[in-house]
């Protein structure tokens, strides 16, 4: 699997979404990264399906829609009919995992699931077979601009490891502090897919930053 870049538009300007998506859609990133955020799961609000529905046309690539909220299920559909492509949501906020990861193949969508840093592995071992995508938050989520939890770096190698022990596809992905000094650690790790915010856009040339991440990415130890 190549590896792929996914700015977070969590550290753009609230007032120019639609500027900031149009930018990550003009620079060689892959991936709209979009973090729903309840106050509730997480000390923090951030967009409602509307914003995806309007944010939708400026740009055809992913839309990544990682659910920060309690009870993910009564709003999988509303971002589905909102135009996300990954629904991504937390093993610490849904009892029936497989159930919800059905219900997203279903519509039609990626299913994706997260876990916070203190969650270990094993609590979606048994899910592993049936998921597009496994979400390693390297910060505590809530707010952009963290600093990167180097143990982390440790669970990535054990996901790398299961995945290609049983032989699975999916996309490790990582999000918190992703910059050019922890892109290449993620990466040799065995991460897939880098999450990108304050670095993304704070970077003097947001498509030479994310060139640059990507000339780390030529790469096959984990896969």
Do not use: C
């Amino acid at each position: 699997m190549k590896p792929l870049v996914a700015p977070s538009i969590l550290s753009a300007d609230f007032s120019r979404l639609g500027e900031a998506v149009r930018l990550i859609d003009q620079v060689p990133a892959d991936w709209v990264h979009i973090d729903v955020m309840d106050g509730l799961f997480v000390p923090n609000l951030t967009f409602g399906p509307k914003v995806v529905t309007d944010l939708r046309p400026y740009s055809a690539k992913t839309f990544d829609v990682h659910l920060m909220v309690e009870h993910p299920e009564s709003l999988v559909d509303q971002f589905v009919e909102a135009g996300a492509d990954y629904l991504t949501f937390h093993i610490e906020s849904v009892v029936h995992a497989h159930r919800l990861v059905e219900h997203i193949h279903n519509r039609g969508k990626k299913a994706g699931i997260s876990l916070v840093p203190s969650t270990s592995l094993s609590a979606i071992e048994e899910l592993l077979p049936f998921i597009d995508l496994v979400l390693i938050m390297t910060v505590n989520p809530g707010f952009g601009g963290q600093r990167f939890i180097s143990s982390m770096l440790k669970k990535i190698e054990a996901l790398a490891e299961l995945r290609k022990k049983e032989g699975l596809s999916f996309f490790i992905s990582v999000d918190g502090g992703i910059n050019h000094e922890t892109a290449p650690l993620v990466l040799e790790a065995g991460a897939n897919v880098l999450i990108t915010g304050s670095a993304f856009f704070t970077a003097p040339d947001p498509a030479e930053f994310v060139e640059d991440l990507k000339s780390l990415l030529m790469y096959d130890r984990k896969v």
